[in-house]
């Protein structure tokens, strides 16, 4: 019962934000250009400025070699995910159109908007660094495997033709981690004023993130979520499947890992879909009120799966 109460209240904080950016919303203060170019400030400027300070803080080179470890029990662990998929599609004879959505939303997770803020409340930031490891298998994941599949799953059974966009593999996010990486190996020294400024920019993350999922749930409109078969499946594999695998290679096999390394890629595989999901729906004519649906439910249902998953973790 400490565990749960403990879980609980480290996410209301999470909630009260979330419900902050939804009241807001509702009550007409953001015009329709304020949620994309929040996430643009988020994605392009805050985010990396944070990734960038939290490396040089937080790593250093022998823990470096050793997050290489996790970054193959991470990819372990995207390849089954990836298999219960197509398996799932294939025993449940899931139409076209909605399979890259359902293939998409078992491997791939929500991690910027939220799994950054919610792993920074329940973990600290001294759990970023392996964060970022989660994070580059699920930027690599989404969209090589994950966008081919979301934009060549068309309703009509017929594949659509698209141009592959090479430059979603280095998001600013990345950027960031790679230019820090390279400050750390080289040990280049980083000015006070500039690691304060940095600092202060990125501390902007964690809550104008939790603000932009409230604006998200209130445009998506909580009337139109619906649980139709192929929404249970796919709500079934990001919120049990995933996490349970994930739990389970890294109790049998990855021994000695540190606790905090452990419950943050546990919490990582549980976070909500893909927010990009419709948008990639409709670029390759598949099922968007699925993708839609799907996204706005988990985003909602994260707030009971984080406290279950917690306290599971104990």
């Known amino acids: 019962m400490d565990v749960l109460l403990t879980s609980i209240q480290s996410i209301i904080p999470i909630i009260v934000i979330i419900v902050l950016g939804y009241f807001l919303q509702a009550r007409g203060w953001f015009g329709e250009e304020f949620a994309p170019n929040l996430s643009r400030l988020i994605m392009n400027v805050a985010l990396p400025a944070s990734i960038f300070v939290s490396v040089l803080k937080y790593l250093t080179l022998d823990k470096l070699v050793s997050l290489s470890s996790g970054l193959v029990y991470v990819f372990a662990a995207f390849v089954g995910t990836y298999i219960l998929a197509f398996l799932a599609v294939w025993i449940f004879k899931v139409q076209p159109g909605r399979r890259g959505t359902m293939i998409n939303t078992f491997a791939n997770a929500n991690t910027i908007f939220i799994g950054l ?19 580059i298998m699920n930027t690599i994941s989404t969209w090589t495997l994950g966008v081919y599949l979301m934009t060549s799953d068309s309703k009509s059974g ?122 990639l729906a409709n670029q390759g004519d598949g099922d968007v009120e699925l993708s839609t649906n799907i996204v706005t439910i988990s985003t909602i249902l994260f707030v009971i799966v984080v406290p279950i998953v917690m306290t599971l973790l104990g």
Do not use: C
């Open 117 to 135: 803020p919610l792993n920074i409340a329940l973990f600290g930031d001294n759990a970023l660094p392996f964060f970022l490891v989660y994070y």
């Open 158 to 279: 017929k594949k659509q033709q698209t141009k592959f966009n090479w430059k979603k593999l280095l998001p600013a996010p990345l950027v960031g981690f790679l230019i820090a990486l390279v400050f750390l190996l080289a040990r280049i020294p980083v000015p006070d004023f500039a690691t304060n400024t940095l600092t202060y920019i990125g501390n902007l993350v964690t809550p104008l993130s939790l603000i932009y999922i409230g604006i998200t749930l209130q445009k998506a409109g909580l009337k139109t979520i619906r649980f139709d078969r192929d929404t249970i499946i796919t709500l079934v594999g990001r919120f049990i499947l995933a996490p349970a695998l994930m739990f389970s290679l890294l109790y049998f096999t990855a021994h000695g890992m540190p606790t905090t390394e452990f419950n943050t890629f546990v919490i990582q595989s549980a976070a909500p879909a893909l927010a990009v999901l419709p948008i």
